[in-house]
């Protein structure tokens, strides 16, 4: 079964904007986490943003924040701000413990376009 | 957060020959994992590689194809053995760091590996 949905393959926004990139998960567990990426042309995953599934707060990065939902399973990045060089993929991880080991599992991805 | 630095940053390599995937990180960390992106996908988890035991391989994923090594606590290296075109994919490494219950997952810059 799919633990992370990205449901929107590509978004675009206009400069200055904000935008939302949406994310749902799926577990039983009580205690997990989910993490934002960003992954430019040149291939780097960069780190953006965590949410603990016990914070009260949603987790804010600068210009990204995470509006966490957890009676939905939503955990949905907002970029404030948008900037040309926001354009890249998305991905929403998972943080999933199963037999004892402990890995991230990635939604498939959103394709951010910035336009001027 | 961690500094990880991967050798080399790509290669095009022979069918059956094999590659070898360097990762060092510039603090002591624990757990150390390996990803492929093959293209146009998300990111899949190869293995987990901690200090002083033997990697734990996900489903499809087997040592003799994947030998990975973790000497010490801020390197590893993996091996893409006998390879074929459809190795094709970025290979990434990664961190985890957590205090408290806060988590960050940083990834190497990876390794584009074109196989011909």
């Known amino acids: 079964a799919q633990k992370i949905t990205q449901t929107q393959p590509g978004m675009f926004v206009q400069e200055k904007e904000a935008v939302t990139l949406d994310c749902t998960y799926d577990?039983?567990?009580?205690?997990?986490?989910l993490f934002w990426y960003k992954q430019p042309s040149s291939g780097e995953m960069i780190f953006l943003i965590y949410?603990?599934?016990?914070?009260?707060q949603n987790a804010t990065e600068g210009r990204y924040s995470l509006n966490f939902q957890k009676a939905r399973k939503s955990a949905n990045l907002v970029i404030s701000a948008s900037q040309l060089g926001d354009s890249a993929m998305y991905f929403c991880a998972m943080r999933d413990i199963e037999g004892g080991s402990e890995k991230l599992v990635f939604g498939k991805g959103t394709k951010l376009t910035v336009n001027p | 957060s961690a500094v990880i630095s991967q050798k080399p940053s790509r290669d095009i390599c022979q069918r059956g020959t094999s590659l070898t995937i360097q990762c060092q990180v510039d603090?002591?960390?624990?757990?150390m994992f390996w990803y492929r992106q093959q293209p146009g996908q998300s990111l899949t988890l190869i293995a987990t590689?901690?200090?002083?035991?033997?990697?734990?391989?996900e489903s499809g994923f087997v040592i003799d194809k994947f030998p990975i090594s973790r000497p010490n606590l801020t390197f590893s290296t993996l091996t893409v053995s006998n390879m074929s075109p459809e190795d094709s994919s970025i290979y990434l490494c990664?961190?985890?760091?957590?205090?408290?219950?806060?988590?960050?997952?940083?990834f190497g810059p990876g390794t584009r590996l074109t196989v011909t």
């Open positions: 949410q603990g599934s016990y914070d009260e």
């Open positions: 990664s961190v985890l760091t957590q205090w408290g219950g806060h988590y960050e997952q940083y």
């Open positions: 590689a901690n200090q002083g035991s033997e990697a734990t391989y």
């Open positions: 577990t039983s567990d009580q205690s997990y986490g």
């Open positions: 603090s002591q960390v624990t757990m």
